[in-house]
């Protein structure tokens, strides 16, 4: 902790030895929580001139709620003009107004601290919890949301100690992709990735690696290559993909953008999709029915993820024993960018 700087239940817990939920639970009296806990967290939080943040208990008192649901767009990294997050940004505002809710949306300032906009949206009681989006694997946003206690959902499990509450993809999300091309013939398989610093692809990632192992393939290094969000970047990665000596006969896109970025490429190369090289996408935007050839991918569902992510966030805020974590597990849906082989 910096001089002068305001103890946070994070260092409360470090200093008592325990967990931020014991923590949490020690200095608000519940019941459950034994006495030789309490007493640890106590004489913690009175060494360090600890002071709980009154605003955010505010902001859990069912008497001071704001019926509102907030949702900070990253910035540079979230854009309406997305197809799958339009349509996941649609199926949010709508689930919130069925339940009662409005969605007040926020970006932060340009080179700002991450966590400024949450610590605003609290000091206003404008909200009474928080949707989070492009979540990372080490995030401020959500160990600040899990010190102050305040109630918040996660697209994507971020590891951490502490209620992270989190609608995410099932393990095993990229099984079906990879199940489809070994049934085609295919054995050398590659991937495009989105950044792997983010919990989806994170998810994504792992996934994919354990459906080769499935079938016992090698995750070759030469035929996965990380790529960004959109098109532009997955037409850079292909270039470095097909610069391998032995290029894969079919690969996994970690989104349907990065998907029609690759076909973009393969044409540019004189590559034949899907004769010469089979493509799958993730996401299932409307555009993957019109790529040409129409695109093999995984459909989760803007609108099921949207549902979801507002159910749990409005029982972590009127219920909170009531919320519990989703796994979604997506369909395949089969279309024109995959073929057999070829023959080398």
Same mark, same amino acid.
């Given at each position: 902790?910096?001089?002068?700087?305001?103890?946070?239940?994070?260092?409360?817990?470090?200093?008592?030895?325990?967990?931020?939920?014991?923590?949490?639970?020690?200095?608000?009296?519940?019941?459950?929580?034994?006495?030789?806990?309490?007493?640890?967290?106590?004489?913690?939080?009175?060494?360090l001139g600890y002071v709980p943040n009154q605003e955010a208990r505010r902001l859990r008192d069912p008497n001071v709620r704001s019926h509102s649901l907030g949702l900070v767009l990253v910035a540079g990294s979230q854009r309406f003009s997305d197809p799958f997050f339009g349509e996941?940004?649609?199926?949010?505002?709508?689930?919130?107004?069925?339940?009662?809710?409005?969605?007040?949306?926020?970006?932060?300032?340009?080179?700002?601290?991450?966590?400024? !906009?949450?610590?605003?949206?609290?000091?206003?009681?404008?909200?009474?919890?928080?949707?989070?989006?492009?979540?990372?694997?080490?995030?401020?946003?959500?160990?600040?949301?899990?010190?102050?206690?305040?109630?918040?959902?996660?697209?994507?499990?971020?590891?951490?100690?502490?209620?992270?509450?989190?609608?995410?993809?099932?393990?095993?999300?990229?099984?079906?992709?990879?199940?489809?091309?070994?049934?085609?013939?295919?054995?050398?398989?590659?991937?495009?990735?989105?950044?792997?610093?983010?919990?989806?692809?994170?998810?994504?990632?792992? !996934?994919?690696?354990?459906?080769?192992?499935?079938?016992?393939?090698?995750?070759?290094?030469?035929?996965?290559?990380?790529?960004?969000?959109?098109?532009?970047?997955a037409v850079a990665a292909m270039g470095q993909l097909l610069a391998s000596n032995d290029p894969p006969t079919a690969l996994v896109a970690f989104n349907d953008l990065v998907a029609f970025g690759a076909m973009r490429a393969a044409a540019q190369h004189g590559i034949d999709v899907?004769?010469?090289?089979?493509?799958?996408?993730?996401?299932?935007?409307?555009?993957?029915?019109?790529?040409?050839?129409?695109?093999?991918?995984?459909?989760?569902?803007?609108?099921?993820?949207?549902?979801?992510?507002?159910?749990?966030?409005?029982?972590?805020?009127?219920?909170?024993?009531?919320?519990?974590?989703?796994?979604?597990?997506?369909?395949?849906?089969?279309?024109?960018?995959?073929?057999?082989?070829?023959?080398?």
């Open positions: 902790m910096s001089r002068g700087q305001r103890p946070t239940l994070r260092d409360v817990a470090r200093e008592s030895g325990l967990s931020i939920t014991q923590t949490s639970r020690a200095l608000n009296g519940h019941e459950d929580v034994a006495a030789g806990t309490r007493e640890r967290a106590l004489e913690a939080a009175h060494r996941l940004l649609a199926a949010i505002v709508d689930e919130a107004a069925s339940r009662g809710y409005e969605l007040q949306l926020s970006t932060p300032l340009a080179d700002e601290d991450p966590v400024a !906009s949450y610590e605003r949206a609290i000091r206003a009681k404008r909200v009474d919890g928080f949707v989070l989006l492009r979540t990372a694997l080490s995030d401020p946003r959500v160990d600040y949301l899990v010190e102050e206690g305040v109630p918040f959902v996660t697209f994507g499990e971020v590891p951490g100690p502490g209620r992270r509450l989190s609608v995410s993809e099932a393990s095993d999300c990229i099984q079906p992709a990879v199940d489809h091309l070994v049934a085609l013939g295919h054995r050398q398989i590659g991937c495009l990735t989105e950044p792997l610093e983010y919990v989806i692809a994170a998810r994504r990632f792992e !996934s994919f690696k354990q459906a080769l192992a499935h079938h016992g393939i090698e995750a070759r290094a030469d035929h996965i290559v990380p790529s960004g969000f959109r098109e532009d970047s899907p004769h010469e090289l089979s493509i799958v996408g993730f996401d299932d935007v409307y555009a993957s029915r019109l790529s040409s050839p129409p695109l093999t991918t995984l459909r989760l569902g803007e609108r099921a993820i949207g549902r979801e992510l507002v159910t749990q966030l409005v029982a972590a805020i009127e219920d909170p024993d009531s919320a519990t974590d989703v796994h979604l597990t997506p369909e395949l849906v089969i279309r024109e960018s995959t073929a057999v082989p070829p023959t080398r």
